[in-house]
């Protein structure tokens, strides 16, 4: 069975940083592209990163190019989203997705969700 | 890169027939065969419902059928059920090498 469980979500001011991750278990982990999807409360779905099987390749979404970083550690099944320089429109319900592929594909399976409150 | 533009809302009673629709531009859904739909019920993850424009996972009802025509994709619910009273997504891969969602559209079941 898949299980995306992410962590390390919670309350910090303005300006500040936060780490997330995310461990898969089920699957063969190294071979799929991953992603993080947000969504604000009462909003939308928006893709924020993804990252490729090897970890080589990653990509962002405009509103967060330069300040949020995707990796993965393939020995830990784990990948993660460091985000630095948060400000207000970044609190959010952060998700960790299994790709249906390599690259920037769509996402099959989706953790539970990790909230993020950026406020002073 | 824009979202993707969905309505906010659409209903049907049940039995009925519903469709979704999703604009985009030829830099994302008029590009290319990578559109996607989620269904998200309230206080869950998002669940993929169609991908690569038609193509349905395994275990997904084959009620729920897409299509698209130039920068426009479509998802349609046939039969609508109770249970597909959620809020539903597209999502497309664009020219810059990442995915746009739409901004989603409330499927009420009257």
């Known amino acids: 069975e898949v299980q995306l469980v992410e962590s390390g979500g919670g309350l910090v001011q303005p300006g500040g940083s936060l780490r997330l991750s995310c461990a898969a278990s089920g699957f063969s982990f190294s071979t799929y592209g991953m992603s993080w999807v947000r969504q604000a409360p009462g909003k939308g779905l928006e893709w924020v990163a993804g990252i490729s099987d090897s970890g080589v390749i990653t990509s962002y979404a405009d509103s967060v190019q330069g300040r949020l970083t995707i990796s993965r550690d393939n020995s830990k099944n784990t990948v993660f989203l460091q985000m630095n320089s948060l400000t207000a429109e970044d609190s959010a319900v952060y998700y960790c997705?299994?790709?249906?592929?390599?690259?920037?594909?769509?996402?099959?399976?989706w953790g539970q969700g990790a909230l993020v409150t950026v406020s002073s | 890169q824009s979202a993707l533009t969905q309505p906010a809302s659409v209903s049907g009673s049940p039995g009925q027939s519903i469709t979704i629709s999703c604009t985009g531009t030829?830099?994302?859904?008029?590009?290319?065969?990578?559109v996607s739909w989620y269904q998200q019920h309230p206080g869950k993850a998002p669940k993929l419902m169609i991908y690569d424009v038609n193509y349905r996972p395994s275990g997904v009802s084959n009620r729920f059928s897409g299509s698209k025509s130039g920068n426009t994709a479509s998802l349609t619910i046939s039969g609508l059920q109770a249970e597909d009273e959620a809020d539903y997504y597209c999502?497309?891969?664009?020219?810059?090498?990442?995915?746009?969602f739409g901004g989603g559209t409330k499927l009420t079941v009257l």
């Open positions: 030829s830099s994302d859904v008029g590009g290319y065969n990578y």
């Open positions: 997705a299994k790709n249906l592929a390599d690259g920037v594909s769509d996402s099959d399976y």
């Open positions: 999502n497309s891969y664009t020219t810059s090498n990442i995915r746009v």
